[in-house]
């Protein structure tokens, strides 16, 4: 994601009263007027409706949270908010931490996950090799990389955008948002929320090391 300096964009006079409310923030501005959700136009959203329907008509009919997991290749957690949650209107997608749990407590996390790829000119893992957690928040000293800034970076300008990890060998890995890796650290944090996808034949070594305990920390802020 790129970012960009306010005093090289907007008036002085216009910086100062953005300055009373977020000085040193990172802030998301959405675009004006109404726009499509991602997925409506592609029809992806209308899809994950579909299987959502289809995954709790399953449950419905006795099929159990552990083999609705393994067929749609989603966490159980995510299969629990999928067939106990109720139906909710999302808000707009926006590159913040609160978007990604209003998508995850409705149990299309990877709506989400895909759309912030998407912008950052990445593609989702091959779906088949891997499982996809739900928001978590995971301490930062877990996660393979750089503990050093990198040249040119802005180290005030860290924001809350989850980060996107893979979980293979027994070990995490930046899939995007290494800049933003370095920067939490550089500040010092402890924790992050994240999305984390989780090589197939890994899951219930990941699940019972770490799963549970990220899943019981991080319920939005």
């Known amino acids: ?30 675009k004006q ?24 008509s399953r449950y ?44 995850s407590d409705a149990g299309i996390g990877e709506e989400w996950v895909r759309i912030y790829l998407e912008k950052n000119s990445l593609d989702m893992p091959d779906d088949p090799a891997y499982f996809l957690s739900e928001l978590v928040k995971i301490p930062l000293r877990l996660i393979d990389g750089d503990n050093g800034p990198s040249a040119g970076a802005d180290m005030t300008a860290f924001s809350d955008v989850p980060l996107i990890l893979k979980y293979e060998d027994h070990r ?21 929320p994240a999305f984390i996808f989780v090589r197939n034949e890994e899951y219930d070594h990941y699940l019972s090391n ?6 019981k920390t991080y319920s939005g802020e």
């Open 33 to 56: 007027g109404k726009t499509k959700g991602w997925g409506e136009a592609s029809g992806y959203r209308e899809k994950l409706n579909k299987r959502n329907a289809l995954i709790s």
């Open 60 to 103: 419905a009919s006795g099929a159990s949270i552990m083999e609705l997991a393994e067929e749609y290749y989603l966490s159980p957690e995510s299969v629990k908010k999928i067939v106990y949650g109720k139906k909710k209107d999302l808000p707009e997608y926006s590159p913040t931490a609160y978007s990604a749990q209003q998508y």
């Open 172 to 192: 995490f890995s930046v899939l995007c948002g290494r800049e933003q890796l370095v920067m939490l650290r550089a500040e010092r944090k402890n924790a992050h």
């Open 210 to 215: 770490f799963g549970k305990q990220f899943i």
């Open 1 to 30: 994601m790129q970012y960009e300096n306010a005093k090289d964009i907007l008036p002085a006079s216009l910086l100062e009263e953005v300055q009373k409310y977020a000085e040193g923030k990172v802030i998301y501005i959405p």
